[in-house]
């Protein structure tokens, strides 16, 4: 069984393979690895900066809540030395008007000056309830949509936005209330 010179010429034929052929599937082949690890290190750069996006989001949120403690923590240091102030000028108060019991006149001062201590107190007392009751307030009233509840998305614009937009109606609900 010997092929014949033509079939052996064919089969010769499409044994072959081009060379321009295998070249080109090579450079096809290289391209989409050059592709695959183009992609690659894209994906790993965007995973990174979403990484630095959630720290940089995490620490704004809380440095805005140790903002939050030290607005309280002043506001609590300031009613303290508001009362120890006044108490040292209820102490001294008293010790003027042991001094000034003899006389008549200086006692109807001292009665006016203690009364106008009580006011003074009575309304520093005011002030610090109507802070107390502001603050409770605005507790009940701002209740954060469920996307800003979670802590890494408080500094995030949609919650800054929103806890502004709480803050301004609850200012004007209380302006309207207190008008009444």
Known sequence: MNPTPAAAAAAARRERVNPFFVIGCGLF?????FMMQWLENSSIAE????TL??????EAAREQRAGKRQNYAEREALARAEQERIAAEETAEKARRASLLADAESEARARAEREEMARKRAAVEEAHRAAAETEDAWKRFYHP???????SNNATVECVNEYVKAKREFEVKRATEAAR
């Open 145 to 151: 949509s469920a996307n800003c509840r979670d802590p």
């Open 53 to 58: 996006a959630a720290a940089q989001a995490r």
């Open 29 to 33: 082949l290289l391209s989409g690895a």
């Open 47 to 50: 995973a990174r900066a979403a």
